[in-house]
T-cell receptor, first 120, second 114 residues
Framework: AQKITQTQPGMFVQEKEAVTLDCTYDTSDPSYGLFWYKQPSSGEMIFLIYQGSYDQQNATEGRYSLNFQKARKSANLVISASQLGDSAMYFCAMREADMNYGGSQGNLIFGKGTKLSVKP | EAQVTQNPRYLITVTGKKLTVTCSQNMNHEYMSWYRQDPGLGLRQIYYSMNVEVTDKGDVPEGYKVSRKEKRNFPLILESPSPNQTSLYFC?????????????FGPGTRLTVT
């Protein structure tokens, strides 16, 4: 079963509007971390935002916020006031406990990504 | 400048010719990892290392080798490359392997095996 599901292969948004990119995850561990990365056409991977499973509040970083609904196992990325430079692939990822290391460390598991295109 | 570097950035090679992709980080990170990215599949982990001399297989380790003799370097070795290893490869590192640490990525190496 997929650990990270991003159901939107591609999305369009008008410049200056807000957009939500969906991400659902599957884990039975109580401790995990959720991450969003951006990959522009130039290819590099850029870290955007992090949410811990025990965090009480939704994470925010500038125009990025994470709509974390733990019971639903969803961690949607919200980009406010979209800009042309936001056009890119966006990947949701989860770091869950690795029992080979006593559960205190873990590897990053990625979804397949959503391609966001911002229209002028 | 804190960064992860990879070399080469682009490589075209032939089936069976051994190659090494180097990865180096200057942030004193304990955790390092290799991923491959293929269209429609996202990033899949090949190997990872929690610290010096500690390496483990990821989801797609077949056909690859790694070593971690020093903290800063984590080379990826393809002993006998095949066309199905044509891909975009990323090296990444984080301070530790803990659940809260984001990974920093290198610029990627685009490998073509003919």
């Amino acid at each position: 079963a997929q650990k990270i599901t991003q159901t939107q292969p591609g999305m369009f948004v008008q410049e200056k509007e807000a957009v939500t990119l969906d991400c659902t995850y599957d884990t039975s561990d109580p401790s995990y971390g959720l991450f969003w990365y951006k990959q522009p056409s130039s290819g590099e991977m850029i870290f955007l935002i992090y949410q811990g499973s025990y965090d009480q509040q939704n994470a925010t970083e500038g125009r990025y916020s994470l709509n974390f609904q733990k019971a639903r196992k969803s961690a949607n990325l919200v980009i406010s006031a979209s800009q042309l430079g936001d056009s890119a692939m966006y990947f949701c990822a989860m770091r869950e406990a690795d029992m080979n290391y006593g559960g205190s460390q873990g590897n990053l598991i990625f979804g397949k990504g959503t391609k966001l295109s911002v229209k002028p | 400048e804190a960064q992860v570097t990879q070399n080469p950035r682009y490589l075209i090679t032939v089936t069976g010719k051994k190659l090494t992709v180097t990865c180096s980080q200057n942030m004193n990170h304990e955790y390092m990892s290799w991923y491959r990215q293929d269209p429609g599949l996202g990033l899949r982990q090949i190997y990872y290392s929690m610290n010096v001399e500690v390496t483990d297989k990821g989801d797609v380790p077949e056909g690859y080798k790694v070593s971690r003799k020093e903290k800063r370097n984590f080379p990826l070795i393809l002993e006998s490359p095949s066309p199905n290893q044509t891909s975009l490869y990323f090296c990444a590192s984080s301070l530790r392997g803990g659940l809260t640490y984001e990974q920093y990525f290198g610029p990627g190496t685009r490998l073509t095996v003919t």
